[in-house]
């Protein structure tokens, strides 16, 4: 899930939903008008095992900011680096 602190950081969380999608990765943009607090918890209660959050720094430096499923804050990382380490995921679970 991808959650945007304000919708001015709509459109590059579209991007990075984009990105995602054509490396075969599921990735949701949460638009809604709640809070953030919600959005992340309802990303929770969703099961989504990475919460992607984007706010100003982020969109400046084309980086997302990475939250586990346990709520776990594991920090700013280049977007096309994340992919990256997905793919490393995906590889290793076979």
Same mark, same amino acid.
């Given at each position: 899930? =991808? =959650? ?7 459109? *590059? ?8 999608? &054509? !490396?075969?990765?599921?990735? &949701?943009? &949460?638009?809604?008008? !709640? ?10 209660v969703?099961? *989504? ?9 982020? @969109? ?5 900011? =990475?939250?586990?499923? !346990?709520? =776990? ?7 096309? @680096? ?10 290793? *679970?076979?």
């Amino acid at each position: 899930m =991808i =959650i945007p602190v304000h919708a001015d950081f709509n459109e *590059y969380c579209e991007s990075v939903r984009r990105m995602l999608h &054509d !490396e075969h990765f599921f990735a &949701d943009v &949460d638009l809604s008008r !709640e809070t953030f607090q919600k959005k992340v918890r309802n990303a929770q209660v969703a099961q *989504y095992n990475f919460q992607l959050v984007v706010g100003q720094n982020e @969109a400046t430096n084309g980086t997302v900011n =990475i939250r586990t499923r !346990e709520n =776990i804050v594991e920090g700013e990382m280049q977007a096309d @680096a994340f992919v990256a380490k997905l793919k490393e995921l995906r590889a290793a *679970y076979k």
